[in-house]
């Protein structure tokens, strides 16, 4: 059975990494057709509409996608196309593993965190006025009871099916008491049906110091739209940077995997690209469609290409091209294959 998938190069190194990412997905054995559109400042400079119609009819078939990076303006400019692709589809949950890999030159080693973050509510449901006379902009994040559930539930089920051992929910409610209060409060009541994940919660700020100083104290965290934003990239910094974690996107019945990194325009082109955290991604799909050996099968070789560490890009200290890394890891991958 082929595998339909939406395919969004993206912008910048984009479809770079992205063309990595299929060459390797292909390598498993596991088939695709892959039906690839434009979208963010690609599709804005070409046609004016950052996030055509055609991707989202096109995600609407496949209810699959795989995304390269997409660039957003800065304080002007159209709204950031992935917050839109999320909301458009309800991907309620993104998950943000941060696991350690050899010769990243990261600060900790043998970290396996995973976070769970609200992804479409909080201060990025783009709930915003500006008073004009007095120069007042206001933003509401709007947390709800539906909304709080079902990431909650989300997070502790896949929690438990993956064998994890605690979940810690992150919150501001000695603050916030009545946005963030009722998120814990959620957290709370849903966790007392799962024993046998123990759960705790701890307020941002110490969360992010102690994600610093200790992390391998923490197994899986949960928490709301912007704070998750901040703490995921914080992870990803504890084990190598953006540039080697991926990500999901996950719905009741869509699912968008994708580099969380940028499209970084400075070096598009040169062939330099890392692919690391889109191909994390593509393996995350797999999973996720139930092809695990093939996803084990990507980790392994990804895994043992860091270790070699002679294959590895310049991001890395490394001197080999986008696509020297790509053919040591699809050589890595034939040979389990075979074997």
């Known amino acids: 059975m082929a595998y339909a998938v939406t395919l969004l190069p993206g912008d910048g190194i984009g479809p770079e990494v992205i063309g990595a990412a299929v060459k390797v997905l292909e390598s498993t054995g596991v088939e695709f057709e892959w039906d690839e559109h434009v979208a963010g400042m690609t599709a804005f400079e070409s046609g004016g509409d950052p996030l055509p119609q055609a991707v989202l009819a096109s ?46 030159r990261a600060r900790f080693d043998g970290l396996d965190l995973l976070l769970y973050r609200e992804n479409t ?8 006025y500006f ?98 934003d901040i703490l995921s990239d914080l992870m990803s910094g504890l084990v190598g940077g953006l540039g080697v974690t991926g990500a999901a996107n996950i719905g009741d019945d869509c699912a968008i995997f994708e580099a969380v990194h940028g499209s970084a325009p ?37 895994y043992a290409v860091y270790a070699e560490g002679t294959h590895l890009t310049s991001d890395l200290g490394g001197s080999s091209s986008t696509s020297q890394f790509t053919n040591q890891l699809v050589s890595h991958i034939n040979a389990s294959v075979i074997a």
Do not use: W
Not at 64 to 81: D, I, M
Not at 86 to 104: E, G, K
Not at 121 to 128: C, D, F, H, K, V
């Open 131 to 228: 008073d004009e006379r007095n120069q007042i902009a206001d933003s509401i994040a709007r947390v709800t009871r539906r909304g709080s559930e079902r990431i909650l539930r989300f997070a502790i089920e896949d929690a438990v099916s993956r064998g994890r051992k605690r979940i810690t929910l992150v919150h501001k409610a000695n603050i916030l008491k009545l946005s963030s209060g009722m998120f814990l409060e959620i957290g709370r009541e849903i966790a007392k049906d799962y024993p046998a994940i123990e759960f705790d919660d701890r307020i941002v700020d110490n969360m992010a110091m102690q994600l610093v100083i200790q992390p391998e104290r923490y197994d899986c965290i949960v928490t709301t739209n912007l704070f998750g």
């Open 121 to 128: 509510e909080g201060l990025y449901a783009g709930i915003e």
């Open 59 to 104: 995600i609407d078939q496949t209810r699959l996608a795989l995304k390269g990076p997409l660039t957003t303006p800065v304080g002007t400019g159209f709204r950031s196309v992935n917050v839109r692709i999320r909301q458009h589809f309800d991907t309620f949950a993104n998950v943000r593993p941060a696991q350690s890999l050899p010769n990243t």
């Open 266 to 302: 400075d070096i598009a082109g040169q062939g330099i690209a890392n692919p690391t955290a889109v191909i994390r991604s593509g393996a995350m799909l797999l999973r996720h469609v139930g092809e695990s050996a093939a996803a084990i099968a990507i980790e392994e070789a990804l």
